[in-house]
């Protein structure tokens, strides 16, 4: 189990010298490949450690000094973010009747629902745009807005948008800083940046948001 745990932090870690590696063995698989993380990571639940930020950012970085094909590269990213999502999205609509006829339940039942879905649909847009760029909480975002019955048209017109944003963002950011020498020392500091300052934001908000429900009874 450990062995398995720290090959995936050094695969995330050193997401640069991985995909390098696979470009100059495998060529053009290599957008297969990056179709597949991204498609896995948003679309399937239960995986949410796989590399996006940092990713991104690396194939950009190859993009710039010609490894990798920009448009093309882009194009395959935004398609994989836009079905992954689209598939997390049809998994919650799928179960999440079925976990909310539990009325038992002291978290999944018809109230806990209703809060849901009218969250969804009041700020559902804004959260799946914004869930893109924290890592672990895109991968429940869109499966979450599934399960909350967010209206289908309203999530998949921002899983395009939030798809674009993030894709074409990070994917350029490193196209034109990715391959900076202080940019390529510091790079593992970087990607532990990505991953650990959009979560921290997360648990911050969510605090701060649990805080001030509790206070408005009192209010």
Same mark, same amino acid.
């Given at each position: 189990?450990?062995d398995?745990?720290y090959?995936?932090?050094?695969?995330?870690?050193?997401?640069?010298?991985?995909?390098?590696?696979?470009?100059?063995?495998?060529?053009?698989w290599?957008?297969?490949l990056?179709?597949?993380? @991204?498609?896995?990571?948003?679309?399937?639940?239960?995986?949410?450690?796989?590399?996006?930020?940092?990713?991104?950012?690396?194939?950009?970085?190859?993009?710039?000094v010609?490894?990798?094909s920009?448009?093309?590269?882009?194009?395959?990213?935004?398609?994989?973010?836009?079905?992954?999502?689209q598939? /997390?999205?049809?998994?919650?609509?799928?179960?999440?009747?079925? @976990? +909310?006829?539990?009325?038992? &339940?002291?978290? +999944?039942?018809k109230?806990?629902?209703?809060?849901?879905? $009218?969250?969804?649909?009041?700020?559902?847009?804004?959260?799946?745009?914004?869930a893109?760029?924290?890592?672990?909480?895109?991968?429940?975002?869109?499966?979450?807005?599934?399960?909350?019955?967010? $209206?289908?048209?309203?999530?998949?017109?921002? /899983?395009? @948008?939030?798809?674009?944003i993030?894709?074409?963002?990070? @994917?350029?950011?490193?196209? +034109?800083?990715g $391959?900076?020498?202080?940019?390529?020392? /510091?790079?593992e500091?970087?990607?532990?940046?990505m991953?650990?300052?959009?979560?921290?934001?997360?648990?911050?908000?969510?605090?701060?948001?649990?805080? &001030?429900?509790?206070k408005?009874?009192?209010?």
């Amino acid at each position: 189990m450990l062995d398995i745990e720290y090959f995936l932090i050094d695969y995330i870690i050193h997401i640069d010298k991985h995909l390098e590696a696979f470009v100059t063995t495998y060529g053009m698989w290599v957008y297969v490949l990056l179709f597949l993380i @991204v498609f896995v990571e948003t679309g399937v639940v239960v995986m949410p450690f796989l590399p996006g930020d940092s990713l991104l950012f690396i194939v950009g970085a190859m993009a710039g000094v010609g490894l990798l094909s920009f448009p093309l590269a882009c194009a395959i990213l935004v398609v994989a973010a836009i079905l992954g999502d689209q598939c /997390n999205y049809m998994i919650g609509r799928h179960f999440g009747p079925k @976990v +909310f006829q539990w009325e038992s &339940s002291r978290f +999944f039942n018809k109230k806990a629902f209703d809060q849901a879905h $009218n969250f969804y649909e009041r700020y559902g847009g804004i959260t799946v745009i914004l869930a893109r760029f924290m890592p672990f909480i895109r991968t429940f975002a869109p499966f979450v807005a599934g399960v909350a019955a967010m $209206n289908r048209a309203k999530f998949t017109a921002f /899983n395009v @948008v939030g798809a674009l944003i993030w894709v074409l963002g990070i @994917v350029t950011a490193g196209y +034109f800083f990715g $391959n900076i020498p202080w940019v390529r020392e /510091n790079l593992e500091k970087i990607i532990w940046a990505m991953i650990l300052i959009p979560g921290l934001l997360a648990i911050y908000g969510a605090w701060r948001a649990g805080r &001030s429900e509790r206070k408005a009874p009192a209010a």
